[in-house]
């Protein structure tokens, strides 16, 4: 899987609707085309399966990671999410944060096996497509 991807706000977009059908409100191209315009954005992966975050000084922020369910379980989102913490630590992060649901259990595995730590939690903090809400866990891992 090569490290970054071209930036193609419409792609993202369908893999992110399909990623999260059913559960969190999907982001538009419009939304993904916003991001990618801003300084210090990272974007691994392809269409299959990416990482989405920021860079801001020595601190690194996932916003979103995304794989669509034909290409789960396949280590694609392992590799792109690897390949986000060297990019941000190239540009000079010395940690990563992120926010994930606590009823996502796929992608708490996956950050767990990637070394990051739960530092906190956001009540309420994610609104499902059916209304209910959803805590967030918040994560963290230092970069070599």
Not at 12 to 40: I, P, V, Y
Not at 56 to 70: G, M, N, Q, R, Y
């Given at each position: 899987m090569p490290e970054a991807i071209p930036p193609d706000p419409l792609a993202l977009a369908a893999?992110?609707?399909?990623?999260?059908?059913?559960?969190?409100?999907?982001?538009?191209?419009?939304?993904?085309?916003?991001?990618?315009?801003?300084?210090g954005v990272i974007l691994c992966g392809d269409a299959r399966a990416f990482v989405l975050g920021r860079v801001l000084l020595d601190e690194a922020e996932i916003l979103t990671v995304a794989t669509d369910p034909a290409f789960r379980r396949q280590g694609l989102a392992r590799?792109?999410?690897?390949?986000?913490?060297?990019?941000?630590?190239?540009?000079?992060a010395a940690r990563v944060f992120l926010e994930v649901a606590e009823t996502n259990h796929a992608a708490r595995a996956l950050y767990t096996a990637a070394g990051y730590a739960?530092?906190?939690?956001?009540?309420?903090?994610?609104?499902?497509?059916?209304?209910?809400?959803?805590?967030?866990?918040?994560?963290?891992?230092?970069?070599?």
């Amino acid at each position: 899987m090569p490290e970054a991807i071209p930036p193609d706000p419409l792609a993202l977009a369908a893999t992110h609707a399909a990623a999260f059908a059913g559960g969190e409100r999907a982001w538009s191209a419009q939304e993904f085309g916003d991001l990618l315009a801003q300084s210090g954005v990272i974007l691994c992966g392809d269409a299959r399966a990416f990482v989405l975050g920021r860079v801001l000084l020595d601190e690194a922020e996932i916003l979103t990671v995304a794989t669509d369910p034909a290409f789960r379980r396949q280590g694609l989102a392992r590799r792109a999410l690897a390949a986000f913490q060297a990019r941000a630590e190239a540009a000079g992060a010395a940690r990563v944060f992120l926010e994930v649901a606590e009823t996502n259990h796929a992608a708490r595995a996956l950050y767990t096996a990637a070394g990051y730590a739960k530092t906190g939690r956001r009540l309420g903090y994610y609104r499902q497509v059916d209304g209910a809400r959803t805590d967030a866990l918040l994560l963290a891992r230092s970069l070599p």
